[in-house]
Protein backbone atom coordinates (compact mmCIF):
# COMPACT_ATOMS: atom_id res chain seq x y z
CA UNK A 1 0.00 0.00 0.00
CA UNK A 2 1.34 3.02 -0.67
CA UNK A 3 2.20 5.95 1.94
CA UNK A 4 1.07 9.35 0.80
CA UNK A 5 3.77 11.44 -0.15
CA UNK A 6 4.41 14.35 3.05
CA UNK A 7 3.95 18.27 2.06
CA UNK A 8 6.34 21.09 2.32
CA UNK A 9 4.93 21.57 6.09
CA UNK A 10 5.25 18.58 6.99
CA UNK A 11 8.84 18.40 5.50
CA UNK A 12 9.26 21.30 7.48
CA UNK A 13 8.07 20.01 10.96
CA UNK A 14 10.06 17.06 10.13
CA UNK A 15 13.20 18.87 10.43
CA UNK A 16 11.96 20.80 13.37
CA UNK A 17 11.36 17.84 15.95
CA UNK A 18 15.22 16.44 14.66
CA UNK A 19 16.42 19.86 16.45
CA UNK A 20 16.92 20.12 20.26
CA UNK A 21 15.07 22.47 22.38
CA UNK A 22 16.18 25.25 24.25
CA UNK A 23 16.62 28.85 23.90
CA UNK A 24 18.97 28.42 20.75
CA UNK A 25 16.36 26.42 18.90
CA UNK A 26 13.13 28.06 20.16
CA UNK A 27 12.33 29.79 16.65
CA UNK A 28 11.70 26.34 14.77
CA UNK A 29 8.10 26.29 15.73
CA UNK A 30 7.43 30.05 14.87
CA UNK A 31 5.66 30.42 12.01
CA UNK A 32 7.44 33.82 10.44
CA UNK A 33 10.80 33.35 12.37
CA UNK A 34 13.54 33.50 10.07
CA UNK A 35 14.98 29.90 11.52
CA UNK A 36 11.73 28.25 10.50
CA UNK A 37 12.19 30.00 6.86
CA UNK A 38 15.28 28.69 6.62
CA UNK A 39 13.76 25.15 7.25
CA UNK A 40 11.34 25.72 5.53
CA UNK A 41 13.64 26.83 2.32
CA UNK A 42 15.16 23.04 2.94
CA UNK A 43 12.29 21.09 3.22
CA UNK A 44 11.96 21.93 -1.22
CA UNK A 45 14.97 19.63 -0.91
CA UNK A 46 13.53 16.93 1.00
CA UNK A 47 10.18 17.13 -0.86
CA UNK A 48 12.50 16.91 -3.96
CA UNK A 49 13.94 13.85 -2.92
CA UNK A 50 11.08 12.35 -1.36
CA UNK A 51 9.64 12.22 -5.01
CA UNK A 52 12.73 10.79 -6.50
CA UNK A 53 12.57 8.21 -4.07
CA UNK A 54 8.87 7.23 -4.77
CA UNK A 55 9.32 7.64 -8.33
CA UNK A 56 12.57 4.99 -8.01
CA UNK A 57 10.48 2.39 -5.52
CA UNK A 58 7.45 2.67 -8.75
CA UNK A 59 10.18 1.65 -11.15
CA UNK A 60 12.42 -0.84 -9.93
CA UNK A 61 9.40 -3.20 -10.04
CA UNK A 62 10.31 -5.51 -13.01
CA UNK A 63 6.61 -5.69 -13.77
CA UNK A 64 5.87 -1.38 -14.37
CA UNK A 65 9.53 -0.39 -15.36
CA UNK A 66 10.25 1.83 -17.53
CA UNK A 67 13.69 3.59 -16.83
CA UNK A 68 15.21 0.29 -15.33
CA UNK A 69 14.34 -2.27 -18.09
CA UNK A 70 17.63 -2.24 -19.39
CA UNK A 71 19.03 -3.06 -16.02
CA UNK A 72 16.90 -5.86 -15.31
CA UNK A 73 17.69 -7.59 -18.56
CA UNK A 74 21.35 -7.13 -18.02
CA UNK A 75 21.25 -8.29 -14.19
CA UNK A 76 19.09 -11.62 -15.85
CA UNK A 77 21.34 -12.18 -19.06
CA UNK A 78 19.07 -10.74 -21.45
CA UNK A 79 19.20 -11.13 -24.46
CA UNK A 80 19.77 -15.10 -24.02
CA UNK A 81 19.04 -18.27 -25.92
CA UNK A 82 15.54 -17.80 -24.89
CA UNK A 83 14.68 -14.31 -24.92
CA UNK A 84 15.87 -11.89 -27.72
CA UNK A 85 15.79 -8.63 -26.17
CA UNK A 86 13.40 -7.21 -28.20
CA UNK A 87 9.88 -5.82 -28.67
CA UNK A 88 7.55 -2.97 -26.93
CA UNK A 89 8.23 -2.47 -23.07
CA UNK A 90 5.29 -4.72 -22.09
CA UNK A 91 6.91 -7.73 -23.65
CA UNK A 92 10.10 -6.75 -22.18
CA UNK A 93 8.63 -6.42 -18.94
CA UNK A 94 6.69 -10.05 -19.66
CA UNK A 95 10.08 -11.00 -20.54
CA UNK A 96 12.16 -10.27 -16.98
CA UNK A 97 9.13 -11.60 -14.96
CA UNK A 98 9.36 -14.77 -16.59
CA UNK A 99 13.39 -14.93 -16.25
CA UNK A 100 12.55 -14.08 -12.33
CA UNK A 101 10.40 -16.63 -11.88
CA UNK A 102 12.45 -19.44 -14.05
CA UNK A 103 14.62 -18.98 -11.25
CA UNK A 104 12.46 -20.64 -8.75
CA UNK A 105 11.59 -23.38 -10.71
CA UNK A 106 11.61 -26.73 -8.70
CA UNK A 107 8.21 -28.84 -9.38
CA UNK A 108 5.80 -29.67 -12.16
CA UNK A 109 3.53 -27.08 -10.24
CA UNK A 110 6.69 -24.25 -11.01
CA UNK A 111 6.38 -24.91 -14.76
CA UNK A 112 2.52 -24.67 -14.76
CA UNK A 113 2.71 -21.43 -13.57
CA UNK A 114 5.55 -20.56 -15.80
CA UNK A 115 3.08 -21.06 -18.85
CA UNK A 116 0.29 -18.99 -16.55
CA UNK A 117 2.65 -16.00 -17.11
CA UNK A 118 2.24 -16.25 -21.03
CA UNK A 119 -1.33 -17.40 -20.75
CA UNK A 120 -0.98 -20.36 -21.56
CA UNK A 121 -1.87 -23.54 -19.64
CA UNK A 122 0.51 -26.33 -18.81
CA UNK A 123 -0.05 -29.64 -18.04
CA UNK A 124 3.52 -31.79 -17.15
CA UNK A 125 3.27 -35.58 -16.85
CA UNK A 126 5.79 -38.28 -16.76
CA UNK A 127 6.49 -40.44 -20.07
CA UNK A 128 5.47 -43.60 -18.03
CA UNK A 129 1.80 -42.09 -18.55
CA UNK A 130 2.25 -42.75 -22.09
CA UNK A 131 3.90 -45.96 -21.94
CA UNK A 132 0.58 -48.04 -22.14
CA UNK A 133 -1.96 -48.46 -25.53
CA UNK A 134 -2.95 -46.66 -27.15
CA UNK A 135 0.79 -44.97 -27.39
CA UNK A 136 0.65 -41.04 -28.36
CA UNK A 137 4.48 -40.64 -29.05
CA UNK A 138 6.11 -43.10 -31.58
CA UNK A 139 9.56 -41.89 -29.57
CA UNK A 140 8.66 -43.81 -26.77
CA UNK A 141 6.98 -47.02 -28.57
CA UNK A 142 9.64 -49.96 -27.30
CA UNK A 143 10.89 -47.82 -24.46
CA UNK A 144 11.71 -49.58 -20.92
CA UNK A 145 9.75 -48.88 -18.31
CA UNK A 146 12.37 -47.36 -16.91
CA UNK A 147 13.29 -44.88 -19.37
CA UNK A 148 9.88 -43.61 -19.79
CA UNK A 149 9.81 -42.26 -16.51
CA UNK A 150 12.99 -40.35 -17.45
CA UNK A 151 10.74 -38.34 -19.79
CA UNK A 152 8.65 -35.65 -19.11
CA UNK A 153 5.70 -34.75 -21.24
CA UNK A 154 4.48 -31.13 -21.52
CA UNK A 155 1.07 -30.45 -23.27
CA UNK A 156 0.46 -26.91 -24.08
CA UNK A 157 -3.21 -24.95 -24.04
CA UNK A 158 -3.66 -21.49 -24.71
CA UNK A 159 -6.27 -19.36 -22.58
CA UNK A 160 -8.18 -16.60 -23.87
CA UNK A 161 -7.20 -14.42 -20.99
CA UNK A 162 -3.78 -13.70 -20.14
CA UNK A 163 -1.79 -11.04 -17.24
CA UNK A 164 -0.21 -9.04 -19.97
CA UNK A 165 -1.64 -7.75 -22.87
CA UNK A 166 -0.27 -9.90 -25.64
CA UNK A 167 -1.70 -10.66 -29.00
CA UNK A 168 -4.58 -12.91 -29.28
CA UNK A 169 -5.43 -15.08 -30.66
CA UNK A 170 -2.34 -17.39 -30.12
CA UNK A 171 -1.26 -20.02 -33.06
CA UNK A 172 1.05 -22.39 -32.43
CA UNK A 173 4.51 -22.44 -33.24
CA UNK A 174 4.65 -19.09 -32.31
CA UNK A 175 7.36 -16.72 -29.91
CA UNK A 176 5.62 -17.34 -27.08
CA UNK A 177 5.45 -21.37 -27.35
CA UNK A 178 8.72 -21.23 -28.57
CA UNK A 179 10.10 -19.29 -25.84
CA UNK A 180 8.44 -21.60 -23.27
CA UNK A 181 10.08 -24.46 -24.62
CA UNK A 182 13.41 -22.89 -24.69
CA UNK A 183 13.03 -22.41 -20.77
CA UNK A 184 11.55 -25.81 -19.95
CA UNK A 185 14.09 -27.35 -21.85
CA UNK A 186 16.79 -25.36 -19.94
CA UNK A 187 15.01 -25.77 -16.36
CA UNK A 188 14.24 -29.31 -16.51
CA UNK A 189 16.28 -32.38 -14.77
CA UNK A 190 19.68 -33.19 -16.91
CA UNK A 191 18.72 -36.61 -16.98
CA UNK A 192 15.21 -36.05 -18.67
CA UNK A 193 14.17 -35.83 -21.81
CA UNK A 194 11.02 -33.68 -22.35
CA UNK A 195 8.21 -33.74 -25.29
CA UNK A 196 6.18 -30.94 -26.55
CA UNK A 197 2.06 -31.36 -27.25
CA UNK A 198 -0.19 -28.66 -28.57
CA UNK A 199 -3.77 -29.39 -27.11
Given at each position: MAVAALSH??????LADYLPGGRLFVA???ADSNFRKLLRGL?????TADGYLRDFQEDINPSTTTYFIGEWERALGIP????????????????????LASLGI???DDFVDLGALFGITVEVRSGRYFNTFPLI?????????????????????????SRFPLTFPFTFGNDTIAVLECLFRKLKP??????????
Open positions: EQHTQIKNISYELFGSCFSGDGSLTERRRDVVVKQSAFPILLGSTEKEARFTIVVDFTVEGVANCDILFRQV
